[in-house]
Every structure is written in structure tokens, then in C-alpha cells.
T-cell receptor, first 110, second 116 residues
Framework: SQQGEEDPQALSIQEGENATMNCSYK?????LQWYRQNSGRGLVHLIL?????REKHSGRLRVTLDTSKKSSSLLITASRAADTASYFC??????????FGTGTRLKVLA | SAVISQKPSRDICQRGTSLTIQCQVD?????MFWYRQQPGQSLTLIAT?????????ESGFVIDKFPISRPNLTFSTLTVSNMSPEDSSIYLC?????????????FGEGSRLTVL
């Protein structure tokens, strides 16, 4: 399977703490994207990082990409209860088709 | 950006029946995809819906089980045929905006199917 692996599978933190989740993938990519899914609903795009970028920021989100290790991380700073969701990375594997990672279930406790 | 409407949002179906899910996009898009998300799992790509031609299926998915139509650049349907309880999943329509090198996927809210 080309599916990426994410860790941890589940993460529980207190409000105000930072949350870090990691994604590893298997093939060369053009870009890597992170998505959020609330309670089995549709996915919401968070951030896209291209293969020639190493770090990207968007609000409280920070994404890093290490193509030599085929890995990425998503950092959510100063987490809020509303950040409780599942987070998925997705890679294009060099084509227009996107393959999703296994996901991290984040729970932020108020 | 793109706004995607999926119908039905949820349904309970009997074993052996078929159900068609509709996906309507508010703008013309080149690439449309259908994903399946089994309970507690990640998304698995079923197929790419091609306008005016047969869909391109991923390994493990076949046209007889998941026939797809895409009559134009804003609409697609996915049929889940001869359903069994193992087909209970969320089915998600997705579109790619922009080029593959910098495009992002937009998703519908999904269609949650429960097969009894």
C-alpha cells in the first residue's frame, strides 16, 4: 500500500498546549497537504507545502517537510477545544491523485 | 475554491440493494474523485471520475461494483451496487482545484451509508 503512516494515532492534550503530529510517506511527491476532519464529516484543507519548501506557517499551524526522510510534521500551537478533530496528511505521489495517511485523532481537553 | 453538495447525506440500506450518490460542484472542475472512508479509518481512493469517458478505478475497486458517471464538469454520481454490510462507509466526493503541483482538494460533506 502507498498509504502514509501518521503518528501518533491518537493524542490527548490540555487546552493551551501544543500538538504535534507526524506523517511519513513512501514515494516522491510534488506537494504534501494537511486536512482536518470533524466527527466523520467532510475534510477541510489546512495547508499545502511543496516539495521544495521546508517549512510553512498559517496562523497557529506550522508544517515542516523533510523530503530526504519522506516525512512531515504538523504543529498546532496554543490548542483550543475546537481543534478536536482527526488530522490527515495527503501526498500526490507525483500524480494528480492524492493518497491519505492513516490519520491522528486529536482531543483537546478544556 | 469550490463548494460541493452531496446527496444523500446519509442512508440506511438493505443488503443486496444499490444506491446512487450525487455530487454537484458550484464551478467547472477538471478532476473529480470518489473516496471511501470505512468506520474509524482513513480515506481510500475509489476512482477518478472522467468527464465523458469511463472512470479510472484504483486497485481493489471495479466498475461493476462502483459504477461512476460524469456527464459534465460539475456533476458526478457514484453507485454502490449489490450492497453488503462491508460497504457501510462514508463516501466522499472530492475535486482538485489548480494543478497537481499546487492544487488543493475540496470535499463534500460525505454520504454515510449503513447497510443492514
Amino acid at each position: 500500500s502507498q498509504q502514509g503512516e501518521e503518528d501518533p494515532q491518537a493524542l490527548s492534550i490540555q487546552e493551551g498546549e501544543n500538538a504535534t503530529m507526524n506523517c511519513s510517506y513512501k514515494t516522491s511527491i510534488n506537494n504534501l497537504q494537511w486536512y482536518r476532519q470533524n466527527s466523520g464529516r467532510g475534510l477541510v484543507h489546512l495547508i499545502l507545502i511543496r516539495s521544495n519548501e521546508r517549512e510553512k506557517h498559517s496562523g497557529r499551524l506550522r508544517v515542516t517537510l523533510d523530503t530526504s526522510k519522506k516525512s512531515s510534521s504538523l504543529l498546532i500551537t496554543a490548542s483550543r477545544a475546537a481543534d478536536t478533530a482527526s488530522y490527515f496528511c495527503a501526498t500526490d505521489a507525483g500524480t494528480y491523485k492524492y493518497i491519505f495517511g492513516t490519520g491522528t485523532r486529536l482531543k483537546v481537553l478544556a | 475554491s469550490a463548494v460541493i453538495s452531496q446527496k444523500p447525506s446519509r442512508d440506511i440500506c438493505q443488503r443486496g440493494t444499490s444506491l446512487t450518490i450525487q455530487c454537484q460542484v458550484d464551478s467547472q472542475v477538471t478532476m473529480m474523485f470518489w473516496y471511501r472512508q470505512q468506520p474509524g479509518q482513513s480515506l481510500t481512493l475509489i476512482a477518478t471520475a472522467n468527464q465523458g469517458s469511463e472512470a479510472t478505478y484504483e486497485s481493489g475497486f471495479v466498475i461493476d461494483k462502483f459504477p461512476i458517471s460524469r456527464p459534465n464538469l460539475t456533476f458526478s454520481t457514484l453507485t454502490v451496487s449489490n450492497m453488503s454490510p462491508e460497504d457501510s462507509s462514508i463516501y466522499l466526493c472530492s475535486v482538485l482545484t489548480g494543478a497537481a503541483t499546487y492544487g488543493e482538494l475540496f470535499f463534500g460533506e460525505g454520504s454515510r451509508l449503513t447497510v443492514l
